[in-house]
C-alpha cells in the first residue's frame, strides 16, 4: 500500500505532458494562472481517485498556495 506520493515524479509527469501538449494554447490568452491550476489540477486528479484530496487556494500561515494534496496525512503543496 502506497502511504507517500511522489510529488517530484508526478509534476514531472505533468511537466513532460505540457511539453508535449502545449501547441494548442494561446499563450497569452489560455495560459492564465487559473487556467494553469485548472490544467494540474486535472492532471492529477488521478491521484485523488486513489484517495488523496486536491484544495485550491489552500490556505497557509502568511497567505494561500495554489494547490495542495492532502493524501494520507501527507500535505504537499503546489505554487504555478
Not at 511537466?15 to 494553469?36: I, L, P
Not at 491521484?47 to 492532502?70: C, Q, R
Request: some cysteine; overall charge neutral; hydrophobic content about 40%.
Amino acid at each position: 500500500m502506497v502511504s507517500k506520493v511522489d510529488m517530484n515524479g508526478l509534476l514531472k509527469s505533468f511537466q513532460k505532458w505540457w511539453a508535449e501538449n502545449a501547441d494548442g494554447y494561446d499563450k497569452k490568452k489560455d495560459c492564465t494562472e487559473r487556467a494553469m491550476q485548472r490544467l494540474i489540477y486535472a492532471y492529477i486528479s488521478r491521484v485523488a481517485n486513489g484517495g488523496a484530496k486536491i484544495i485550491l487556494e489552500h490556505p497557509t500561515g502568511s497567505g494561500f498556495v495554489d494547490l495542495a494534496v492532502d493524501y494520507k496525512d501527507n500535505l504537499y503543496m503546489i505554487e504555478v
